[in-house]
C-alpha cells in the first residue's frame, strides 16, 4: 500500500506546466524613474517605478524611509492574475543549493535545475488551477481570497518616492541580500546613477506621473495650482500614468478618485506622500515626513495648511 507522500509525489509528476519549461519568463525586473529633483540645498528626491516578484515584497517594505503604492490582489480581477501566473509566472532569479543558514548555497545545474524550475512551474500552474476552481458557479469566491494563492507567482508594480537611499543600497547591494533584491537594488542605484536631477525653487513641487500637457491642460480649465498635486495623487494611487485599462488619463476621473482617496474614513492617504516641495529654510522639519529637506504634501492637507 502505498502512502500518502509516494502519492503526491505521483500526483506532482503527473501535473506539468504549459509551455513555460523551456520558454522561461518574459517580465523581468525593472525600474523607470518617473521623477528626479533637488533642492538648492542639494537634497535629492527620486520617484521610481518599479516592477519585481511578489515574493521579495515584504522584504522591500521594511525600508520605512520609503514612501510606496503597490497593485493590489485585491483590486486586479481574478482571471487577469490567473493569465499572468499561467504565461508569465515571476520566478527565482538565482536557483541556489540547500545548506543551513538564510543564504543560499552555489546554483544547482543540470538535472536538479531542471527538475527545481519545473516544480516551480507546476505549483504556479496548480495554484492558478486552484483560483480559477474558487471563481466557479459553486464556489465564487471573491478576488480578495483568490488572488491570495496565487502571490508567489505574481509581479507587482511599485511606486516609490524618497530621499534616503544608502540604507537600501549597503543592505541589498550585498552579498547576503535575497538574489531577486539585490537585482533589484543594483538597477535602482543605476538608474539614478544615470539620471540628472532637476532643480526644483521653493514653493515648485516634485509631482511624479504629471506631464507638460497636463500643466498646459490645468491653466486651459483655469483650474488653481493645487489640481497638478491632486492630479499626481490620483496616478500615484493607480500606480501608472495610465488608467487601469491601459487608456490615456482623464483629469476630472483623476480628480473624483482623489477625493474618494482623501473623504474615505479613513483616509487612504499614502498615495499624496510622493508629492513634495523643498524646505530650504528647515524651517518646516515637521512638515517632511519620512523624507528630508522636502515638505510633504500629506503632512500639509493633515495639517490642514493647504
Request: aromatic share 6%; hydrophobic share 40%.
Amino acid at each position: 500500500m502505498q502512502n500518502a507522500q509516494s502519492v503526491r509525489k505521483r500526483e506532482i509528476s503527473e501535473r506539468r506546466p504549459i509551455n513555460l519549461l523551456n520558454s522561461g519568463t518574459s517580465m523581468t525586473i525593472s525600474v523607470k524613474i518617473i521623477e528626479d529633483s533637488i533642492s538648492k540645498k542639494n537634497v535629492r528626491l527620486t520617484t521610481l517605478q518599479l516592477m519585481y516578484p511578489r515574493f521579495i515584497h515584504s522584504e522591500f517594505l521594511t525600508h520605512r524611509v520609503f514612501s510606496r503604492n503597490a497593485s493590489s490582489s485585491r483590486a486586479i480581477p481574478v482571471a487577469k492574475m490567473i493569465e499572468q501566473v499561467r504565461t508569465d509566472p515571476a520566478m527565482p532569479i538565482h536557483w541556489g543549493s540547500n545548506k543551513p543558514g538564510m543564504q543560499a548555497g552555489g546554483e544547482l545545474t543540470g538535472k536538479a535545475l531542471e527538475r527545481a524550475k519545473e516544480l516551480w512551474l507546476m505549483a504556479a500552474q496548480y495554484a492558478a488551477d486552484c483560483a480559477d476552481e474558487m471563481q466557479n458557479k459553486d464556489t465564487t469566491l471573491h478576488k480578495q481570497v483568490a488572488n491570495r494563492i496565487l502571490e508567489p507567482f505574481q509581479w507587482i508594480h511599485v511606486i516609490v518616492t524618497a530621499t534616503e537611499w544608502n540604507n537600501f543600497f549597503e543592505l541589498r547591494i550585498h552579498p547576503d541580500a535575497q538574489p531577486e533584491i539585490h537585482e533589484l537594488a543594483l538597477q535602482i542605484k543605476a538608474a539614478m546613477d544615470a539620471s540628472v536631477p532637476i532643480l526644483l525653487k521653493n514653493n515648485e513641487w516634485h509631482l511624479p506621473y504629471v506631464t507638460d500637457i497636463d500643466r498646459s491642460n490645468v491653466r486651459a480649465m483655469n483650474l488653481d495650482s493645487s489640481t497638478l498635486r491632486k492630479i499626481s495623487a490620483a496616478r500615484c494611487a493607480r500606480v501608472s500614468y495610465l488608467t487601469h485599462d491601459g487608456q490615456e488619463p482623464d483629469i476630472d476621473k483623476d480628480l473624483a478618485l482623489y477625493d474618494r482617496l482623501i473623504t474615505m474614513k479613513p483616509a487612504h492617504a499614502s498615495p499624496i506622500e510622493h508629492q513634495a516641495t523643498p524646505d530650504n529654510s528647515k524651517e518646516y522639519a515637521y512638515l517632511q515626513g519620512n523624507f528630508t529637506g522636502w515638505v510633504q504634501f500629506r503632512k500639509l492637507v493633515e495639517q490642514g495648511l493647504l
